[in-house]
Structure formats: C-alpha cells, structure tokens
C-alpha cells in the first residue's frame, strides 16, 4: 500500500509584482487535506474545492496519476516517483479530482 498527501490550495504565494515565488512557500489560503491509500488499481480522491487552484501532492512509493471530473490513473499514466514533491494548477468551480495507483 503507498499513501498520496493532497493539499489544497486556493493560491500559492506571489512576491509584490504578482509573480508566483518558486520557493514553496504558501499564503495561508489551504483548502484541506487528503490521503488515499493506494494498490495497484486506480481511486479517486473526493472532489475538489470550488475555490482549489493548486494542488501539492506527496507520495511515498511510485505512483501514476490523472486529474479530471471522472480520471482513471493508468500504468501508462503521468508517474509520480517516490518521495517526490508536485505543484500542479487545477481550474477551479469544475468538479475535478485525482485518480492514482501504484507504478
């Protein structure tokens, strides 16, 4: 079994012209947080906040994603490796969520 940490996040944090800062930092805007236990066989995490624009995912093993309204994580899907760190943009109000499973 591997464990997926999904942070949600309605915006990440901007230096004073706008800019996002890539130092990892957030304002303090989190949504909520998600852990899904993993197999071999895709799940999908709950739906999305209305107002999540990113996500953080964190993961303890090899796994393969996919991100929409109905996803469905693949063998051949985006991979995510071991102890890895994802900043990824989501549109918000489209009742997205994640599908994941073990690489």
Request: charged letters at 15%; aromatic letters at 8%.
């Amino acid at each position: 079994m591997a464990l997926i940490n999904i942070t949600e996040f309605s915006e990440l944090a901007r230096d004073v012209t706008g800019n996002y800062v890539s130092t990892g930092c957030y304002n303090q805007h989190t949504i909520s947080y998600d852990l899904a236990s993993l197999d071999g066989t895709s799940e999908q995490a709950q739906v999305f906040a209305s107002t999540t624009g990113f996500l953080q995912l964190n993961v303890d093993a090899d796994v393969r994603f996919a991100i929409g309204t109905n996803p469905t994580a693949t063998a051949t899907g985006t991979r995510l490796p071991s102890g890895a760190i994802l900043i990824i943009g989501v549109p918000r109000n489209k009742s997205f969520r994640l599908a994941a499973r073990t690489a």
